[in-house]
């Protein structure tokens, strides 16, 4: 009986929960890395050089990292539903003001302010998530959220290649429209979740009594058993202090420096064999096909096995590899072919990374011990594309770059079996 219920719940909250959070994910990467794109006109109209092009990329991090913690401890004191549908329409208004950048520095402005706005979405639903699911589901959750990423890529790339082939519309050139564009679905959709988003499952009328009562039971029983686990932090100081945190950070530190320099770099890396931005667009959506694959089948392996550690290392290395071979390579075939290696890589490893903050952490000590974890490894987004950029302009091309994220992807691997022997847990919290 107790299996059937089990079935019935997890079905409801994949239906009910995951593809909502997906679509909220999907316009935030989508904001957040169309740059990439507009970089095509924009740079050469405001006179902004790789290298301006890679730090003021990079400084959206800068925000994050500052401002993540705080939000992150807000959304665990007044819900999600209120916090996301704040940072979700105040990014949309900030993006689309970016169409208005004149020069390098308000371009920095402009990257900076829109991290600052969107500090705690990221963190802020995986810990719902965690608020949500059980920890045999979590790692699944997580990649199924995360999907948005390279789905985002796969559809999202070809819109924004469309938008950059257009001359002008209402006195705005085409990496400005791209900015308008692509901001208006954050703001509608934070509507949305102030009408759609449900807090806790206590309040979630789409569950039966029974259902109910026993993922409330399921989620108490975890908490209780989580507990037991060696230097448990509940508090957000206790959290914020505990070096577990630091290392998991360092690991996404990697993994963050791989996914945007993919994000802000790969359109540009693609383009210089010749492409038009609409082919650019279909050409940069395919490694992500692949990685959308990998990212799903790989997190119900590690849910199913209860296993995480070797499901971190595997694919940060692999990407690490992929880096290399990008570097190296000559021809598009080639740099196709690496970036796909890369995008498995990069997006396979991220959800049992996540999972993992659950196996020592609850309460409000999750939820900033989560938003610290990004706030300090999206720094990666920072170093990736700023190094790609720098190293471009100081080399004339792209491999120093590419070598140097790969670099700091085999760092990720190394950490992840450093962290192995700093907690331990029961298996059956760990699945």
């Given at each position: 009986m107790?299996?059937?219920?089990?079935?019935?719940?997890?079905?409801?909250?994949?239906w009910?929960?995951?593809?909502?959070?997906?679509?909220?994910?999907?316009?935030?990467?989508?904001?957040?890395v169309?740059?990439?794109?507009?970089?095509?006109?924009?740079?050469?109209?405001?006179?902004?050089?790789?290298?301006?092009?890679?730090?003021?990329?990079?400084?959206?991090?800068?925000?994050?990292?500052?401002?993540?913690?705080?939000?992150?401890?807000i959304?665990h004191?007044?819900?999600?539903?209120?916090?996301?549908?704040?940072?979700?329409?105040?990014?949309?208004?900030?993006?689309?003001?970016?169409?208005?950048?004149?020069?390098?520095?308000?371009?920095?402005?402009?990257?900076?302010?829109?991290?600052?706005?969107?500090?705690?979405?990221?963190?802020?639903?995986?810990?719902?998530?965690?608020?949500?699911?059980?920890?045999?589901?979590?790692?699944?959750?997580?990649?199924?959220?995360?999907?948005?990423?390279?789905?985002?890529?796969?559809?999202?790339?070809?819109?924004?290649?469309?938008?950059?082939?257009?001359?002008?519309?209402?006195?705005?050139?085409?990496?400005?429209?791209?900015?308008?564009?692509?901001?208006?679905?954050?703001?509608?959709?934070?509507?949305?979740?102030?009408?759609?988003?449900?807090?806790?499952?206590a309040?979630?009328?789409?569950?039966?009594?029974?259902?109910?009562?026993?993922?409330?039971?399921?989620?108490?029983?975890?908490?209780?058993?989580?507990?037991?686990?060696?230097?448990?932090?509940?508090?957000?100081?206790?959290?914020?202090?505990?070096?577990?945190?630091?290392?998991?950070?360092?690991?996404?530190?990697?993994?963050?420096?791989?996914?945007?320099?993919?994000?802000?770099?790969?359109?540009?890396?693609?383009?210089?064999?010749?492409?038009?931005?609409?082919?650019?667009?279909?050409?940069?959506?395919?490694?992500?096909?692949?990685?959308?694959?990998?990212?799903?089948?790989?997190?119900?392996?590690?849910?199913?096995?209860?296993?995480?550690?070797?499901?971190?290392?595997?694919?940060?290395?692999?990407?690490?590899?992929?880096?290399?071979?990008?570097?190296?390579?000559?021809?598009?075939?080639?740099?196709?072919?690496?970036?796909?290696?890369?995008?498995?890589?990069?997006?396979?490893?991220?959800?049992?990374?996540?999972?993992?903050?659950?196996?020592?952490l609850?309460?409000?000590?999750?939820?900033?011990?989560?938003?610290?974890?990004?706030?300090?490894?999206?720094?990666?987004?920072?170093?990736?594309?700023?190094?790609?950029?720098?190293?471009?302009?100081?080399?004339?091309?792209?491999?120093?770059?590419l070598?140097?994220?790969?670099?700091?992807?085999?760092?990720?691997a190394?950490?992840?079996?450093?962290?192995?022997?700093?907690?331990?847990?029961?298996?059956?919290?760990?699945?």
């Amino acid at each position: 009986m107790n299996n059937e219920l089990e079935t019935r719940v997890s079905s409801k909250l994949m239906w009910r929960i995951i593809p909502f959070v997906m679509l909220l994910y999907f316009i935030s990467f989508l904001d957040r890395v169309n740059a990439g794109f507009a970089a095509f006109s924009m740079n050469k109209a405001l006179g902004i050089s790789s290298a301006a092009f890679g730090f003021g990329g990079g400084l959206f991090f800068v925000a994050y990292f500052l401002f993540e913690v705080p939000s992150n401890l807000i959304l665990h004191r007044v819900g999600a539903r209120i916090w996301i549908a704040r940072v979700m329409i105040t990014w949309g208004l900030v993006s689309a003001a970016t169409a208005f950048v004149v020069g390098p520095k308000s371009f920095y402005l402009a990257r900076f302010a829109l991290g600052a706005a969107e500090a705690g979405f990221f963190p802020g639903i995986i810990f719902y998530l965690n608020n949500w699911f059980p920890g045999r589901q979590r790692a699944a959750a997580a990649a199924w959220f995360m999907a948005a990423v390279p789905i985002s890529t796969v559809l999202g790339s070809p819109i924004s290649g469309a938008i950059m082939q257009m001359h002008s519309a209402l006195g705005l050139a085409n990496w400005q429209l791209l900015y308008v564009l692509e901001a208006l679905p954050a703001i509608v959709l934070g509507y949305f979740v102030l009408k759609l988003l449900i807090n806790s499952p206590a309040d979630a009328t789409w569950l039966a009594q029974d259902e109910k009562a026993w993922l409330q039971e399921k989620l108490k029983s975890e908490a209780t058993a989580r507990s037991h686990v060696q230097g448990h932090a509940e508090s957000a100081l206790s959290a914020l202090r505990d070096p577990r945190v630091l290392v998991l950070a360092l690991i996404y530190f990697g993994t963050s420096a791989g996914l945007y320099t993919l994000g802000l770099w790969a359109p540009l890396i693609i383009k210089q064999f010749g492409f038009s931005a609409f082919q650019v667009g279909l050409i940069n959506g395919i490694p992500s096909v692949a990685a959308l694959i990998a990212m799903v089948a790989w997190a119900r392996h590690s849910d199913h096995t209860g296993e995480r550690i070797w499901h971190v290392v595997l694919p940060c290395a692999l990407a690490a590899l992929g880096l290399v071979f990008a570097g190296l390579a000559s021809s598009a075939i080639g740099v196709v072919l690496a970036l796909i290696v890369v995008n498995v890589g990069v997006s396979a490893g991220k959800a049992p990374l996540w999972a993992m903050p659950s196996m020592f952490l609850s309460g409000e000590g999750a939820a900033a011990g989560i938003a610290a974890i990004n706030s300090i490894g999206n720094l990666g987004g920072f170093v990736g594309p700023f190094a790609i950029g720098w190293l471009k302009s100081t080399t004339g091309g792209y491999s120093a770059g590419l070598y140097v994220v790969g670099v700091t992807l085999l760092a990720s691997a190394l950490l992840t079996l450093i962290f192995r022997k700093s907690v331990t847990v029961k298996p059956a919290l760990a699945r």
